[in-house]
């Protein structure tokens, strides 16, 4: 017989988790208890900030494809959760965070700490369950992860009452293989793939757009086939950059709101829009009534959900895409798409010449956010990791960002939390020390997060952190000045001085603010062996180009 | 816009009818009438939803709840797809009795289901409108209180959730 508490820690080691992230209270201390017995066979991370820990989960779930642990105390150890929970929702990003709860015959009484994480969490997991009694703990867990990593992944909440893990119970750890309400795939249907194959051999201007999905599948070499095959060109969304090589000769670009010229202008002039493993976010359509209207769609997609909820399709593909590319790349004709591939290089020299130029190659000025991105690559690894927060810096560095490797992308997509970043690069550079792993963020954002300076010192993690400092919130500031008549309503900032911050935390810091003091800084952060904060002072009120205005069809992308 | 029956098939698991109910809420749509019981297999529930949305976003929403963990199968139906009942129930002074209410009583084929000195309870199954028209006959007889459930459903069409269960994939 074991205690609860042991019970959860050996369900985790179980699982193979090699990390947590957490934060000790008072309900949780049973765990933490056991934890002190088990620090050889899995390795616990103190952040400094129940948000940092699960946004560091997050990191390292994104960059590793394994599930992500988080264990938190009741009440405000699990409401600090709920940003993570969502975000990671809504970027399909696998967590299993185990919150303590208070004794369950306390469980309604307003208790110390006390407060509904099942009800609070309930729309921002995809599933959770409260653990009253300690012989429901290991399958629990089981469910969870089983839950979590399957399907489209998500995160999942188990509330644990305190009196589960201080009662004795056995452990017989089974994982799960199933639970019968819940078909996370389904079988492919070859009448699809034949009907999707019959509208891609017939198309004149065929593309493909894809996202995250190909890369939660592992179906990197499954979607290069299809290209390879096909030579259909193919642009990424924002989650989906490094899911095939950028120097892939289909590769045209990324989408959306600030992504390229003519990935968003030639959606509204293919024939057939081929969608693998993407959602059709409001910030890759643009209007949705002016959005591709003369293409048929083909739908490569996990979750029947996703299938028709914002652009209807023609053909939907359910089903795992790993599965389904193979059978669609047998199916269709070798092809080039020779001219078709001509108008994208043409639009392209537009986006260089109004937009690049100015980003990448001034000489006078103030700094560009893109100059950085830009010496980034010069001396990154190739399977270098990017992290960025939620914002100008964020578009810029995805923008300029060369994305060789899969895995290689993190960032906040869908919720858009600024805050994001800094712990999850933590979180990603704990995956694998050897790998660089660059955060870039913002003034704004670091400031959201920044006492995760604190577990970057402890754990030693050689993170390399890029402050792009331009004293506003800056695409806030943006918008204000395009949509609302430069009223820079509390968007400027009054910042403190970064360099002691960081240099407080026993991190390498340098500040760059001239052009010619920024090569040399950037390698020497890229040289550096331990962690490295690197603040560049960059112009005030640059913008992000090109921009699809909310409500403009992607066809209306701007370039100034 | 249609009125929709939803049949959803669930495990039996504390907080279910709860992550049902916010896929509505999140989207901003009333449900009209809800009712969840056991059905006729040891451990699945079936819940029973009325709402009115247009035919697209019924698709939607019975997606968004079966991709619910716990959600075994949803079926939606339009009314003519379905057998439904709704049960009202009227209380009534006692006073209120006379030949003309037994004409209402006869009429409807409503039960008399309780007798106290003070009133009586009527109770009367059949569809909303139906009910509906009880009540409106009724407040002129001094209505006291009136209940009415959601509506419990079986469809039309034929389908299995043993079946369904079995064809584990």
């Known amino acids: 017989m074991v205690r609860g508490a042991d019970i959860v820690v050996r369900s985790l080691i179980a699982e193979n988790a090699e990390f947590i992230f957490g934060y000790p209270g008072g309900a949780i201390m049973p765990v933490y208890d056991a934890l002190y017995d088990y620090s050889d066979q899995i390795r616990h991370v103190l952040t400094r900030h129940e948000q940092g820990a699960i946004h560091a989960a997050q990191g390292y779930a994104r960059v590793s494809g394994k599930v992500g642990v988080v264990l938190a105390t009741s009440g405000p ?181 600030h992504g390229n010229y003519a990935p968003n202008i030639l959606t509204n002039q293919c024939d057939v ?217 509390f968007t400027e900032l009054e910042n403190p001085d970064f360099i002691k911050i960081a240099e407080a935390y026993k991190l390498k810091a340098v500040k760059v603010t001239e052009r010619h003091e920024l090569k040399e800084a950037v390698a020497q952060m890229i040289l550096h062996e331990g962690p490295f904060f690197l603040e560049v002072v960059v112009e005030k009120e640059d913008n992000v180009f090109p921009m699809i205005a909310t409500g403009c069809s992607v066809e209306e992308v701007r370039l100034s | 816009m249609n009125r929709y029956t939803i049949l959803v098939y669930t495990e039996n698991f504390i907080g279910i009818l709860n992550r049902i109910t916010i896929i509505f809420t999140r989207r901003g749509i009333n449900i009209d009438a809800l009712t969840a019981s056991e059905s006729r297999l040891d451990g699945i529930h079936k819940i029973t939803i009325e709402v009115t949305v247009t035919d697209e976003k019924i698709i939607q929403l019975s997606k968004q709840i079966e991709k619910v963990v716990d959600v075994i199968k949803v079926y939606y139906f339009m009314d003519d797809e379905v057998v439904y009942q709704e049960i009202a129930l009227y209380k009534i002074p006692t006073e209120s009795l006379d030949p003309s209410l037994e004409k209402v009583i006869r009429q409807f084929n409503a039960h008399i289901i309780a007798a106290e000195k003070e009133f009586v309870v009527l109770e009367f199954t059949g569809h909303k409108e139906d009910t509906q028209a009880l009540l409106e006959i009724l407040k002129k007889f001094n209505l006291l209180e009136f209940a009415r459930s959601g509506r419990v459903a079986i469809a039309k069409p034929k389908f299995s959730i043993t079946e369904y269960l079995n064809n584990q994939t």
């Open chain 1, 77 to 257: 150890g699990a409401t600090n959760l709920i940003t993570g929970l969502a975000d990671a929702q809504i970027d399909s990003t696998p967590l299993v965070c185990i919150t303590g709860q208070v004794a369950a015959h306390l469980l309604g009484s307003d208790a110390f700490q006390e407060t509904d994480v099942i009800g609070l969490s309930m729309p921002g997991t995809k599933w959770n369950i409260q653990v009253r009694r300690v012989e429901d703990i290991a399958p629990a867990i089981a469910k969870a992860f089983h839950i979590a990593k399957t399907g489209r992944p998500g995160p999942v909440l188990v509330d644990i009452t305190k009196n589960a893990q201080v009662e004795f119970g056995e452990f017989n750890y089974e994982p799960c293989l199933g639970i019968r309400s819940y078909r996370p795939y389904v079988a492919i249907n070859p009448t699809a793939i034949a009907a999707a194959a019959q509208l891609i051999n017939d198309a004149k201007r065929p593309y493909v757009l894809y996202g995250q999905g190909v890369i939660l599948a592992n179906a990197e070499q499954e979607l290069k086939g299809f290209l390879d095959k096909s030579g259909i060109p193919a642009a990424s969304t924002l989650l989906g950059s490094g899911a095939i090589s950028q120097d892939h000769p289909s590769y045209v670009g990324k989408l959306g709101m």
């Open chain 1, 273 to 489: 829009l081929i969608a693998i493993g993407m959602r059709f976010d409001d910030r890759v359509t643009g209007d949705l009534k002016r959005y591709a209207k003369q293409a048929q769609v083909v739908h490569l997609e996990l979750d029947p959900s996703e299938i028709d909820k914002n652009v209807k399709c023609a053909v939907p593909v359910l089903g795992d895409c790993k599965q389904s590319l193979p059978l669609l790349t047998d199916a269709v004709n070798s092809n080039n798409h020779h001219d078709w591939f001509q108008k994208f290089r043409e639009l392209d020299k537009e986006e260089k010449a109004a937009v690049m130029s100015y980003d990448l190659e001034s000489t006078h000025g103030g700094l560009h956010m893109g100059e950085v991105i830009q010496l980034i690559n010069q001396f990154k690894d190739e399977n270098a990791i990017l992290v960025s927060d939620v914002g100008q810096h964020q578009m810029i560095s995805w923008r300029y960002f060369h994305y060789k490797e899969s895995r290689t992308q993190v960032t906040s997509g869908g919720l858009g939390t600024m805050g994001f970043a800094l712990p999850a690069a933590l979180g990603a550079q704990l995956h694998d020390f050897k790998r660089q792993v660059i955060c870039v963020v913002g003034d704004g954002g670091i400031q959201m997060t920044i006492q995760e300076f604190g577990t970057i010192m402890q754990t030693k993690a050689p993170v390399k952190v890029v402050l792009l400092n331009n004293n506003y919130l800056g695409m806030v500031r943006q918008w204000q000045q395009l949509f609302y008549d430069k009223r820079y309503s």
